[in-house]
């Protein structure tokens, strides 16, 4: 198989005195959607932002398209390549939704390329265009989300780290929000997530990792997590 693009390596993160990732490890591949999942306080959230520089790594590695990444500071990430969706729908609420996307091309200089871009998220996110207007606080929560997410194509990145894109949306939001994700992925885009929603993410995952108490714990396709009787147990509510 080909190399991955993003290789953590036996990751250790304490915050304090308090160790919560023992060694963790996670490949994704071009063009793969990966999906973290796993219970409340598993260290989901911490092994991303490990990745992107929120937390600093005291064992192991990070690896981004064969460049030890380890520890670099956040700041630095976009311009690697690589962009984050924060967890709870971050926008500017004051700002209008074209705002908010020109936002996410802070790196691009050339303007002619920054609107190219906002009219590529349109394309990908018509509702958007609807409201390009308005201001994103105005916005429904599952809109805001599609903000969030389309302001992190803005750079054309080549992998888009994802905090939880379900929590919190309406049920109909939910399905148009994974809809959305596996069209990114059938673009060609390369994914990786935390959900807490983790059936609804395994099902459109090619691989999937489960933590438990900051240790991998099972590690496969998102199909067969999806029908491994024990994976089902634990982390899907024994459905
Ligand atoms: N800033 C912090 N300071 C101290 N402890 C933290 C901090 N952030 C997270 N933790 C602890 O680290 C452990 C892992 O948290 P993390 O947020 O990575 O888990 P998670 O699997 O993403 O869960 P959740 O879905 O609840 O966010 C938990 O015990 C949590 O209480």
Same mark, same amino acid.
């Given at each position: 198989m080909t190399k991955p693009l993003l290789s953590i390596r036996d990751l250790g993160v304490s915050y304090g005195a308090v160790q919560v990732l023992f060694g963790v490890s996670i490949d994704v591949h071009a063009g793969e959607i990966v999906s973290i999942i796993g219970p409340n306080g598993a260290g989901k959230s911490t *092994? /991303?932002?490990? *990745?992107i520089g929120l937390v600093e790594v005291q064992q192991g590695s990070v690896e981004f #398209?064969? %460049? #030890?990444?380890?520890?670099? =500071?956040?700041? *630095?990430?976009p311009s690697l390549g690589v962009t984050y969706v924060p967890q709870g729908r971050i926008v500017f609420a004051q700002m209008t939704v074209s #705002?908010?996307? $020109?936002?996410g091309a802070f790196l691009q200089r050339d303007a002619r390329k920054r609107r190219e871009a906002v009219q590529a998220v349109f394309e990908q996110f018509p509702r958007l265009y609807e409201r390009r207007h308005q201001p994103a606080g105005k916005l429904s929560g599952g809109e805001q989300q599609m903000l969030a997410i389309g302001r992190a194509l803005m750079l054309? =990145? %080549?992998? *888009? /780290?994802?905090d939880e894109p379900s929590l919190g949306l309406s049920p109909k939001y939910v399905d148009i929000i994974f809809e959305q994700l596996l069209a990114l992925k059938q673009q060609g885009r390369t994914l990786l997530?935390? $959900?807490?929603?983790?059936a609804r993410a395994l099902e459109l995952s090619d691989r999937g990792y489960a933590l438990e108490l900051g240790h991998n714990r099972f590690a496969d396709t998102g199909a067969r997590l999806l029908a491994n009787e024990d994976v089902r147990r634990m982390y899907l509510g024994g459905a």
């Open positions: *092994v /991303i932002k490990a *990745v #398209d064969g %460049r #030890d990444t380890t520890n670099y =500071p956040a700041h *630095v990430i #705002d908010n996307l $020109e936002m054309n =990145p %080549r992998l *888009v /780290i994802l997530m935390v $959900e807490q929603n983790a």
